[in-house]
């Protein structure tokens, strides 16, 4: 593939026409993701077709093309996604405090460090996380009453810290979960993020009590500890490498995520190599490109060049593949399997309790002073009455980040997949109007593009329906 851009074509505001090197695609996001083998006269076909104003009368061939398109239900009229606005969440993300033994050159939050200003390094009230736990329990009790499925309630541990520097406070809080699961008959589910710089006790917690474990990893060892220091400036891969190895020998769900800098981009396939090697019970790897924000002003790391990020990547996808290892690459803004008009759950009032007691819907901004802070820190906990406080005109603004008001992501191909991005990034403090992209964007349609070709099995025919020398050919899991 070329380093530019994908060519695409917006034939309708669900039907788009894509372009690699065999020549066209005619993509249908909605409806099950219908994907089919065009050329030019296909393409020309379908557009006299959908223009209204255009009275062409079609040949037996191109007439078969579009039946056997309208077969595959290409042209069925299906309803976009769309949020549910009501907040009764049945999940909670704890940060159980801000402190961190670790100090990431790139760290978004300056963990350990009280952020851009210096704010108070504080430990979750855990009356506050208890209060979140009952919550969540309680809407997911209701939730079984109304519908009659019975379903988990989650509890996770993340943080503008590591989770695991407030220890004490986070086992009691699992404790906690776990009895109320029992006594409401309904299983909790606890999961953490983790930089895995654990001790003894911490690791030997974390394969007993949590169901899915993400670990913060950058690849291979140098760059581990170049990138991922502890705070006294010492190296940390001894001792990530042995939570990871403890992780694959257990039977906890485990994935990584690696931070890429413009310094390490070109070591990507390297990186999947060692990790497939090292630690195969690993359920996938998400490379993420640094966002310049943070610690980043000090230690000026910069974000990888969009081209060589998606070389480097695809790269890494193909030696995996080729060496049979089930480990996925995951990048955030390329998934191709979602159908969504959001990219996370900020919109919905995603349920995250900061370590000041705060409720903020965005993991990004965890702090009073971030200039964020007004739209997406929607709630706190009230220590007098035991219990939440929301604003419910800032769950109705934040129900307002969709891509159906994003008018940039209008004719984009991936505008149901990624959803206009992270809008904490590309967004701030602006309305979702203002979503002009970002370098992201390149990455994403890049990679989607990819997904969608590796859909495909494309064979050359000698029969065509247009006088093409080629046959239409739809491949779909559903066709």
């Known amino acids: 593939m070329s ?90 993300t704890l940060f159980p405090t801000n402190r961190c033994n670790l100090r990431c050159v790139y760290c978004y939050t300056e963990g350990g460090e009280g ?69 409401i008959g309904f299983p909790v589910v606890l999961n953490a993020a983790t930089n895995g710089v654990l001790t003894d006790e911490q690791l030997d917690f974390l394969i007993a009590y949590m169901t899915n474990v993400n670990i913060s990893f950058d690849g291979l060892p140098d760059i581990q500890d170049a990138q991922r220091p502890r705070a006294d400036g010492a190296g940390t891969f001894a001792a990530l490498d042995r939570t990871l190895r403890r992780l694959d020998a257990s039977t906890v769900e485990y994935g990584i995520r690696t931070t890429v800098t413009a310094g390490i981009v070109d070591r990507l396939p390297e990186i999947a190599a060692f990790v497939a090697a090292r630690y195969p019970r690993c359920t996938q790897l998400h490379l993420e490109p640094v966002w310049a924000c943070g610690r980043c002003r000090s230690t000026h790391e910069e974000p990888p060049d969009a081209t060589r990020f998606v070389a480097r990547y695809l790269e890494a996808a193909d030696l995996l593949t080729a060496k049979g290892s089930p480990m996925r690459l995951v990048f955030s803004g390329a998934r191709k399997e979602l159908v969504c008009d959001a990219f996370c759950k900020a919109n919905v009032g995603s349920f995250t309790v900061t370590p000041a007691g705060d409720v903020t819907a965005c993991y990004e901004v965890s702090y009073r002073s971030d200039p964020r802070a007004d739209r997406y820190l929607f709630g706190h906990y009230d220590a007098v009455a035991g219990a939440y406080v929301f604003d419910e005109d800032k769950l109705a603004a934040l129900h307002e980040l969709t891509v159906h008001n994003m008018p940039f992501c209008e004719r984009c191909f991936c505008k149901w997949h990624c959803a206009g991005d992270c809008s904490a990034k590309v967004i701030g403090t602006g309305k979702p109007q203002d979503n002009q992209g970002s370098e992201r964007c390149e990455i994403t349609r890049r990679l989607t593009l990819k997904m969608l070709q590796r859909e495909l099995d494309w064979k050359p025919s000698e029969d065509s329906a247009d006088g093409s020398g080629k046959r239409e050919e739809y491949h779909d899991s559903k066709v």
Request: charged fraction near 25%; aromatic fraction near 8%.
């Open 3 to 92: 380093s530019a851009q994908p060519d695409t074509t917006t034939l309708s505001p669900e039907l788009f026409i894509l372009r690699d090197e065999q020549g066209p695609i005619l993509y249908a996001p909605l409806g099950g993701q219908l994907l089919a083998r065009l050329d030019a006269a296909g393409v020309a076909t379908l557009q006299a077709w959908l223009d209204p104003a255009d009275p062409h009368q079609f040949s037996v061939g191109q007439q078969r093309v579009l039946d056997e398109l309208a077969a595959h239900r290409f042209f069925d009229v299906c309803e976009p996604p769309r949020s549910d606005p009501v907040f009764k969440p049945c999940e909670v």
């Open 115 to 183: 952020g851009a200003l210096r704010e108070e390094l504080v430990t979750l009230d855990r009356a506050a996380g208890r209060a979140a736990i009952d919550l969540v329990a309680k809407n997911a009790q209701e939730q079984n009453a109304a519908t009659g499925h019975p379903r988990n309630f989650l509890v996770s541990f993340h943080g503008n810290g590591e989770p695991f520097s407030a220890f004490d406070t986070v086992r009691e809080l699992c404790f906690y979960a776990t009895d109320v699961a029992e006594r």
